[in-house]
Structure formats: C-alpha cells, structure tokens
C-alpha cells in the first residue's frame, strides 16, 4: 500500500478523489485498508488546517433546547429562576460555574462550548 503524507491543498484534493473511488471497498480488504488510512490522513489534515471552533455559549444552549425540544422554563433547573434563564439567553448575565456544570451534566452540552472566554467568542 503507497500512501503518502498530506502536504498540499492539492495532496489533499488527490486523497479526496481516491476516498471516492474506495467508498464500496468491503472492510478487511487491501482496498478497505487502503479506504481507512486515508480517510486518517485526510481526517487529520482537515483537522489541522480547518478547524471549527466551538460556538458561544448561549448558542450551543439554544442549539441543545431546539434539537430537545426543550423551552426556556426547562432550563430552570440547569440555570435559576425564569428571570436568570432569559437573561442568559439574551446575554445579559453571563454563565457561572455552577450552571456550567449543571447544563454539562444535565443536557450533555460540551463543557469547551460553555466556558468559552468572551475574546474568543469574537473572533
């Protein structure tokens, strides 16, 4: 099996067409390995050269309330009262630590999205 390393846009672009051309390969075949490492090297390079940052905070709770169907007042155990919940919503009070940690742990939104430090969210 010759694979080389992703350098280039164009190395990139290269071991894209040939993961097309290996999609039906079956598993455990010379094609199936080859269709695995590449899909590593390419996994790795996008990682490295297109990274996707965490969205703010209130975005990812947004984003966790619409795919739960969940409304502002089921946020009130994670977050305080009524009046605390819309104000994080609207960005008028920032997340502590004790509802960062309970919206981690009772809604599953990732801690990095939580605690994101607001000159990161600007950028």
């Known amino acids: ?5 992703i350098k280039t846009k164009r190395d990139h672009a290269r071991a894209l067409r040939e ?11 010379p094609e199936g ?8 090297l390419v996994e790795a390079w996008e990682a490295k050269h297109y990274r996707i940052g965490f969205p703010d905070p209130v ?3 947004k984003y966790h309330m619409e795919n739960q169907a969940l409304k502002p007042k089921d946020l009130i155990p994670y977050i305080g009262s009524r009046n605390r919940v819309y104000e994080v919503l609207n960005r008028k009070r920032p997340l502590t630590l004790k509802m960062v940690w309970r919206l981690h ?13 607001p ?3 600007a950028a």
């Not at 099996?1 to 390393?5: E, G, L, R």
């Not at 390995?33 to 590593?40: A, E, K, P, Q």
């Open 33 to 40: 390995d080859r269709l695995d490492v590449l899909v590593t």
């Open 105 to 117: 742990q009772g809604l599953g939104i990732p801690a990095e999205s939580l605690i994101k430090a």
């Open 1 to 5: 099996m010759d694979v080389t390393p």
């Open 59 to 61: 975005e990812a709770i």
């Open 119 to 121: 000159e990161e969210q």
């Open 19 to 29: 993961i097309e051309r290996l999609m039906d390969a079956r598993p455990d075949t």
